[in-house]
């Protein structure tokens, strides 16, 4: 598997955050922030960014994480993108922050809303074992998808052991 090294983000990774989101065809998909928006949410304890890197050290995704101090239960990625979509660091990056957030937060549940016309990441994420939870409330043209602290660890005990 594809090596990925996560760091936290800092201020100076806002240009890189903003031009990664900013890729032809991702707004729909990934959504975006102004750099007012991501400059507040870096300095709000509330909220946690990851840069991903490769082996060379190259930055190629990252991350966001919302609510991780005001839920208690369960941890909500707000965003995670990466630079070459379609090339095999997608997934490993995301198992990268799964397993940090089950690693160093008290929570059983992660989750997040893709939309329902991103069929490669809905595929990634079924492959990985998050389950289809239902529609996003307020919003039917996303769907919610989610894995528990349990699942993950049996789907992670499976893959080790092949």
């Known amino acids: 598997m ?9 201020i100076a990774d806002i240009p890189f955050i903003m031009a990664t989101e900013r890729q ?3 707004e729909p998909l990934v959504g975006r922030f102004p750099e007012e928006e991501h400059r507040a949410c ?4 509330d909220w946690l960014y990851f ?3 490769d082996a060379a050290g ?18 909500f990625l707000r965003r995670i993108a990466v630079v ?4 095999g660091f997608g997934r490993p990056f995301l198992c990268a922050v799964v397993g940090w957030v089950f690693a160093n937060m008290a929570v059983d549940r992660f989750w997040f809303s893709v939309r329902n016309t991103n069929e490669r990441a809905r595929h ?3 492959s990985l074992g998050f389950r289809q939870e239902g529609p996003e409330r307020g919003d039917a043209s996303s769907s ?4 528990t602290r349990a699942g993950w660890a049996a789907l992670t005990a499976a893959r080790t052991s092949r």
């Not at 870096?42 to 304890?45: A, M, N, P, S, V």
């Open 144 to 147: 919610i998808m989610s894995t």
């Open 2 to 10: 594809t090596h990925v090294t996560l760091r936290p983000a800092t």
């Open 24 to 26: 032809p065809g991702y």
């Open 58 to 75: 190259t930055d190629k995704g990252f991350a966001i994480l919302q609510n991780v101090k005001t839920e208690k239960d369960a941890q």
């Open 124 to 126: 990634v994420y079924r």
């Open 42 to 45: 870096l300095t709000d304890d």
């Open 51 to 53: 840069i991903a890197r």
């Open 84 to 87: 070459d979509a379609g090339k």
